[in-house]
């Protein structure tokens, strides 16, 4: 009675929340992707799969959602990435550098 559907999401969708409309049997519903949305989670529309067989009642449709992480970055995508990694804590301190040694680079022509 129940049908699996696989949304793919982008990561600024999942990270930022959206609303999305989904394709249903009984045509597309609008589904609120709430914000920070990881990739595996489901979200039930109620009584939007088959009918059972035996009459009791509609099935449910599950939306199963992927986060899909891009194979080609632009040079300008790449560095967005490195500073919300940066602010996030996500660069080991090894790899990050404060302001000021970023300048102390610049100046010494590095």
């Keep these: 009675d129940d049908i699996m559907y696989e949304l793919k999401l982008t990561f600024p969708q999942a990270a930022l929340g ?3 409309e989904v394709p249903t049997i ?4 609008k589904l609120k992707i709430p ?8 979200f039930r ?7 059972n067989v035996h009459g009791y009642g509609m099935g449910h449709q599950y939306v199963i959602v992927n986060v899909v992480t891009p194979s ?7 560095q967005l990435l ?8 996500d660069i080991p301190e090894e790899q ?4 000021l040694d970023k300048i102390k680079k610049k100046l010494k022509g590095e």
């Design 96 to 99: 990050s550098s404060s302001l």
């Design 82 to 89: 490195r500073e919300f990694a940066e602010i996030s804590g």
């Design 45 to 51: 529309l109620k009584e939007k799969g088959v009918k």
């Design 72 to 78: 080609k970055l632009t040079e300008k995508q790449k």
């Design 35 to 42: 914000v920070g949305t990881q990739s595996g989670a489901q």
């Design 18 to 20: 959206d609303e999305i």
């Design 26 to 29: 009984h045509g597309k519903v």
